[in-house]
């Protein structure tokens, strides 16, 4: 189970485009059956409004060191062999990718979970900000906005993207 | 009185007007610090949605904090 991969450090934030194909590379592995791979992309359109743009903000120290025990888990939890993780920061256009997980694992079922439990566990997690630029010129912090000035119930604010 | 580095993000950057500041404070919990900070972030209840890191490590808001420490303030999170 334990891969022999020698990954550290397996989450990564970048400014940069991310860059797919090499990071598959690095997870290749004659021990694994299954390499399953997400990709989160800037969408048009959240909520009803027309997004034209994102920001990303990260606080970098406490992003990699939670995303690393995050794929340390999620590995042992699963069994599956070797993952990473990258998340942009900075500004996105539509299209661009903002979050590559990749995992390899002898069968396909580990692999399959443990994308899910790590694209899930970072999407909550990890102090990272994404703030939207609408089409009507207004823009706005996701999940933020509506924890305006009063106390409120902040139930509805898990974002369900 | 401790004084204190306090470090915004995001929303509570932008409605501070600043990423951080030396805070001198009386305040025991991270709670009573973010409570007297509410002029600065504009949360009255962070409970349930905002976080807060005790020197670059997750913390409780009922933890007490120590003269010196740095306090980060994490309004939601929106990672993907």
Same mark, same amino acid.
């Given at each position: 189970?334990?891969?022999?991969?020698?990954?550290?450090?397996?989450?990564?934030?970048?400014?940069?485009?991310? #860059?797919?194909?090499?990071?598959?590379?690095?997870?290749? #592995?004659?021990?694994?059956?299954?390499?399953?791979?997400?990709?989160?992309?800037?969408?048009?359109?959240?909520?009803?409004?027309?997004?034209?743009?994102?920001?990303?903000?990260?606080?970098?120290?406490?992003?990699?060191?939670?995303?690393?025990?995050?794929?340390?888990?999620?590995?042992?939890?699963?069994?599956?062999?070797?993952?990473?993780?990258?998340?942009?920061?900075?500004?996105?256009?539509?299209?661009?990718?903002?979050?590559?997980?990749?995992?390899?694992?002898?069968?396909? #079922?580990?692999?399959?979970?443990?994308?899910?439990?790590?694209?899930?566990?970072?999407?909550?997690?990890?102090?990272?900000?994404?703030?939207?630029?609408?089409?009507?010129? #207004?823009?706005?912090?996701?999940?933020?906005?509506?924890?305006?000035?009063?106390?409120?119930?902040?139930?509805?604010?898990?974002?369900?993207? | 009185m401790k004084s204190v580095q306090v470090q915004y993000?995001?929303?509570?950057?932008?409605?501070a007007?600043m990423?951080h500041e030396r805070v001198e404070t009386d305040a025991t919990t991270l709670l009573e610090l973010f409570n007297q900070l509410q002029h600065r972030h504009?949360?009255?209840?962070?409970?349930?949605?905002?976080?807060?890191?005790l020197n670059?490590?997750?913390?409780?808001?009922?933890?007490p904090f120590a003269d010196g420490d740095t306090v980060l303030f994490?309004?939601?999170?929106?990672?993907?």
């Amino acid at each position: 189970m334990p891969a022999d991969l020698n990954l550290l450090p397996r989450m990564a934030i970048t400014a940069e485009a991310i #860059d797919v194909a090499s990071l598959r590379e690095q997870l290749f #592995d004659h021990a694994a059956g299954a390499f399953v791979s997400f990709e989160g992309w800037v969408r048009n359109e959240n909520e009803g409004k027309s997004v034209t743009r994102l920001a990303y903000e990260v606080y970098r120290p406490l992003a990699l060191s939670i995303g690393e025990q995050i794929i340390d888990q999620t590995l042992q939890h699963v069994g599956a062999r070797a993952a990473l993780a990258v998340h942009r920061e900075g500004e996105l256009e539509l299209g661009g990718c903002a979050v590559w997980v990749g995992v390899v694992s002898k069968h396909r #079922d580990e692999a399959f979970r443990a994308t899910r439990q790590i694209i899930d566990r970072i999407k909550v997690e990890l102090p990272i900000w994404k703030k939207e630029f609408y089409a009507d010129g #207004d823009s706005g912090w996701v999940n933020c906005e509506r924890c305006a000035a009063h106390g409120h119930s902040h139930a509805e604010l898990i974002n369900p993207v | 009185m401790k004084s204190v580095q306090v470090q915004y993000f995001a929303l509570f950057r932008e409605r501070a007007g600043m990423s951080h500041e030396r805070v001198e404070t009386d305040a025991t919990t991270l709670l009573e610090l973010f409570n007297q900070l509410q002029h600065r972030h504009g949360t009255a209840d962070p409970h349930g949605h905002c976080k807060v890191a005790l020197n670059d490590v997750m913390a409780e808001w009922q933890q007490p904090f120590a003269d010196g420490d740095t306090v980060l303030f994490f309004p939601p999170v929106a990672g993907g």
